[in-house]
């Protein structure tokens, strides 16, 4: 079956520290891959998606890139600020519009 | 505006008490979704919905029901058979799947119900 490994955390950071979040995934076919956050006590967000191999996400300063070959989207900011703390989940679509979600990386990132 | 809501934010029931987490999206969208989510643990599915009258079971669906009766509400019973009820429950939709072999659109989070069992 499919499933999603994303390194555990949690991450503590300094302000305007480059941050790098690790992402496989286990899949039949071609899914979608993405990256939502979940801020203190609310529900997820989506931050970016790919759709295909080599396609890459962006959004608020975060990027991901879909890489086929090694089964990977790992989630990069090249300067992380405090707000950007949060728990970040890697995800992947299957048929039927199911999500298969990552166990979570919690950020902290201190001023 | 358009969004989800669930409500009420916080949940507290007794043992052995059926309790309804609800879920509405003024989005249009056909297909709705429950998870839970534990702490510390990524989400995982209980029931979605593709279409109005129409739903099927997730990864962990025992204890759980749901229904379907009309597009933008997709009410969650935790039942007494749930052997461990307290969790987090967010409820997501999207546009359903264009067709069944079609990859999946975004789904959109409501803000979740924290429910907690004494």
């Known amino acids: 079956g499919n499933s999603v490994t994303q390194m555990e955390g949690p991450v503590t950071l300094s302000e305007e520290a480059f941050l790098t979040i690790n992402c496989t995934y286990t899949?039949?076919?071609?899914?979608?891959l993405f990256w939502y956050v979940q801020y203190p006590g609310e529900g997820l967000q989506l931050l970016l998606k790919?759709?295909?191999?080599?396609d890459k996400g962006s959004n608020k300063g975060f990027e991901a890139t879909y890489r086929k070959e090694t089964t990977s989207f790992h989630l990069e900011k090249g300067s992380v600020q405090v707000s950007d703390s949060a728990v970040y989940f890697c995800?992947?679509?299957?048929?039927?519009?199911?999500?298969?979600f990552g166990g979570g990386t919690r950020v902290l990132v201190k001023p | 505006d358009g969004g989800i809501t669930q409500s009420p934010k916080y949940l507290f029931r007794k043992e052995g008490q059926n309790v309804t987490l609800s879920c509405e999206q003024n989005?249009?969208?056909?297909?709705m979704y429950w998870y839970r989510q534990d702490p510390g643990q990524g989400l995982r599915l209980i029931y979605y919905?593709?279409?109005?009258?129409?739903?099927q079971k997730g990864d962990i669906a025992e204890g759980y029901s749901v229904s379907r009766e009309k597009k933008e509400s997709f009410p969650l019973t935790v039942t007494s058979a749930q052997k461990n009820p307290t969790a987090f429950y967010l409820c997501?939709?999207?546009?359903?799947?264009?067709?069944?072999?079609?990859?999946?659109?975004?789904?959109?989070f409501g803000p979740g119900t924290r429910l907690t069992v004494l």
């Open positions: 997501a939709s999207s546009i359903a799947p264009r067709d069944s072999g079609s990859l999946v659109d975004t789904q959109y």
């Open positions: 899949a039949t076919g071609y899914p979608s």
């Open positions: 790919a759709t295909k191999a080599d």
């Open positions: 995800a992947l679509s299957s048929a039927g519009n199911k999500l298969t």
């Open positions: 989005l249009n969208h056909d297909a």
């Open positions: 919905s593709q279409i109005v009258n129409d739903f």
